[in-house]
């Protein structure tokens, strides 16, 4: 076995998907006087080229508990100072729906099932009788102008440091 390649060999690892473009990897792996490190990677997929960009950070057991402390004081900044109203749950429910939508999938597709990819919610059944009205009117037709100025109001504003892909799960 190389050496160089046993060198980068993780003994753990752990991947977190963010969204459709970008991952995250914790890897722990062993030094050769064997010891441990963890490295954390962000890979984020390039539209315009093929590939991927990683970054790498590389955290060694004597900065644990300081690199801990210190994330999880700046996370709590962010939650409590400056982002208190922000739902930070919702991207997690997200996920965990797409993570049984997509199992549900899995599961359809071995049987040779074919499911509707966006299930639509069903309506809630009524225990009165339904009673059905006629009413017979003659349709009103009415002219209305239609200006070429109008700016279309049907696009929402997003903030310009998000994209749709950010978005999405």
Known sequence: MDFDRKKF??????????????TYFFDVRKTRGEDYYLTITESTKRFERDGYERH????????????????????????????????????????????????????????????DPEPQPMPEESTEPEETVVVEEEPILEEV?????????????????LDDEDLKW
């Open 9 to 22: 060999e993780s003994v753990f690892s752990k991947k977190v998907k963010a969204g459709r473009r970008r």
């Open 56 to 115: 790498k950070l590389f955290l060694y057991k004597e900065d644990f508990n300081r690199f801990v402390a210190g994330l999880e004081e700046t996370v709590n900044h962010i939650k409590q100072n400056l982002l208190p109203e922000y739902d930070y749950d919702e991207y997690t429910r997200r996920h965990e729906e797409y993570e049984a939508r997509k199992a549900e999938e899995e599961k359809a597709q071995a049987k040779g099932i074919e499911i």
């Open 145 to 161: 102008p239609v200006s070429s100025n109008e700016e279309d109001s049907s696009e929402e504003d997003t903030p310009d440091d």
